[in-house]
């Protein structure tokens, strides 16, 4: 019973490198996220997916990119890191009824240097 | 667009008292669903409760209460019997009616005292 799974666990990036965060999920979920969490704030929506192959922008998704080849994984790209991309990421996943929970990861302290 | 507020920074409570902590939303959407998240010092988002837009009763899990005021536009979660394992972030959040994508608030952080 993994859940959702995201590695690495802490980064620390340098001004201009690129980086992908992965996620998997074992639940069969078709709905998957990715948020992002700055200090002291909630979570902000960057990219989101309903299905193998679909994927859609968030509130904040300038700087990413993302994929969704399979149901299990959604991977997080960061092209060319900035400062303000310093932050905690989660991946969470839900089933496709409306409403339901989404189940998180433990995030990935990712600090740009 | 949708919008949560979460207008308590932090709050103290005393171990075993009950506490409530406040979540005003704002939205267009007929259909929605609000949700409390905890976040321990640990990091991870654990999932507390949920209140559908259309639900009548206000849903209960354990110790965990959301007294939902849909006139209002307020989704307050009620903690009772506090422990000191309570202790953590606390986050409103909410779907819409276009999926199970979430907008969350700025947080609460509660401290609970022995």
Redesign the interface.
Known sequence: NAGVTQTPKFRILKIGQSMTLQCTQDMNHN?M?W?RQDP??????IY?S?GAGITDK?EVPNGYNVSRSTTEDFPLRLELAAPSQTS?Y?C?S?SQG???????G??T?LTVV | AQKITQTQPGMFVQEKEAVTLDCTYDTSDQSYGLFWYKQPSSGEMIFLIYQGSYDEQNATEGRYSLNFQKARKSANLVISASQLGDSAMYFCAMSSNAGNMLTFGGGTRLMVKP
């Open positions: 709905y996220y948020y002291g704030m909630g979570l902000k929506l989101y309903v968030g905690v989660f969470a839900s409306k409403n339901t929970e989404a189940f998180f433990q995030g302290r």
